[in-house]
């Protein structure tokens, strides 16, 4: 018994002794290319697109925003939306003044 314990104390010594004396491999890189970041880039005001703001409405009347129903058409088909006007008239009012200034025109 005290043989097999011998035995196996000796292999897990010699485990951790290889195991912790070998030095490390060194990498080289394949190339001596050093990365140099851009310059600054400079943005042209030309191609700058005007950007435009919006101001809320405010709660619009009723009879623009009851019984409202959006269409969005994607390349996978049409989502159709109900609007509900009396649960959160102040979204709807804000969605349906933005559809009708073409905010979501292009949008992808």
């Not at 943005?43 to 697109?49: D, G, H, K, L, Y």
């Not at 950007?51 to 925003?65: N, Q, S, V």
């Amino acid at each position: 018994m005290q043989k097999i314990f011998f035995v196996l104390v000796c292999i897990f010594a010699m485990t951790v002794l290889l195991g912790c004396g070998q030095s490390p491999v060194e990498y080289e890189s394949p190339n001596d290319t050093v990365f140099t970041p851009p310059g600054e880039r400079t943005i042209e005001e030309e191609t700058m697109p005007e950007t435009k703001t919006y101001a809320f409405p405010g709660i619009l009347p009723d009879e623009e925003i009851k019984n409202k129903v959006a269409v969005i058409t994607t390349p996978r088909g049409e989502i159709t939306l109900e609007l509900y006007a009396d649960e959160a008239p102040k979204t709807v009012s804000n969605f349906v003044y933005l559809v009708k200034e073409g905010f979501y025109n292009g949008l992808t």
